[in-house]
């Protein structure tokens, strides 16, 4: 398979390279930064919001892996993943996202999420809730073949990469051991098997570690 991952410096971004090649897929990275931190030999200097039909064409999918963080740059997760949206609208490339577990829903009748909840802590929630604004504007395109792939609530850096997860969906799973959590390593994966299989084409998924 072909992929092109953008924001590709980014620590999330280069480990779904590293397991994308490991798979033998051909990889290629844009990033803004002069260097190439990724394990992809082809890497193109380029802003998201600089990207063309041109630049993304011929590509089974896309990975957004844009993450910011300070007040001044959040609104960058709707404002890249819809230019995104923009440049790959009527294709055939499908566009991942690397989203966030702040939107995901708590009970059954999804009215009410994490992000929401009496103790999630107050320095993320401005995060989840560009990310869960990203999420709704996503869920408006229907010329766009979206996946947005939710963490578990504890995203590990520096996990081990234990080469299992559990597949779920919109609400928040804990896994037998009453956890959330998952590695960027095996959140890689499912990033990966994703890309391969397309099951959830313009739906929200979330991975937890087994």
């Known amino acids: 398979m072909k992929i092109a991952v953008v924001a590709a410096n980014g620590r999330v971004a280069q480990k779904v390279i590293k397991e994308a090649l490991d798979r033998g897929f051909e990889v290629k ?3 803004r930064d002069d260097e190439n931190k990724t394990a992809a030999k ?11 039909k041109e630049d993304l064409a011929g590509f089974d999918a896309v990975v957004d892996g844009f993450g910011a963080w300070t007040p001044e740059t959040l609104d960058g997760h709707v404002k890249t993943s819809q230019h995104l949206c923009d440049v790959l609208s009527g294709s055939d490339t499908r566009l991942l996202i690397v989203g966030g577990a702040g939107s995901l829903y708590v ?3 999804h009215t009410a999420v994490v992000c929401d909840g009496p103790d999630f802590p107050a320095m ?3 995060l989840a809730k560009a990310q869960g604004e ?5 869920r408006k395109r229907d010329d766009v073949k979206w996946t947005f792939v939710s963490p578990a609530g504890v995203f590990q850096a520096d996990g081990v990469r234990t080469g299992e997860y559990i597949l779920a969906g919109e609400e928040l799973t804990l896994n037998s ?3 959330s959590v998952i590695s960027y390593a095996d959140y890689a994966i499912a990033m990966v098997d994703e890309i391969e299989k397309g099951d959830h084409i313009k739906a929200r998924i979330s991975v937890v570690r087994k």
């Open 29 to 31: 990275a844009f990033g």
């Open 42 to 52: 082809d890497y193109v200097k380029k802003d998201i919001m600089d990207l063309t």
């Open 107 to 109: 009970n059954p009748e």
């Open 124 to 126: 993320f929630l401005p």
């Open 134 to 138: 990203e999420l709704a504007q996503l």
């Open 177 to 179: 051991k009453g956890e």
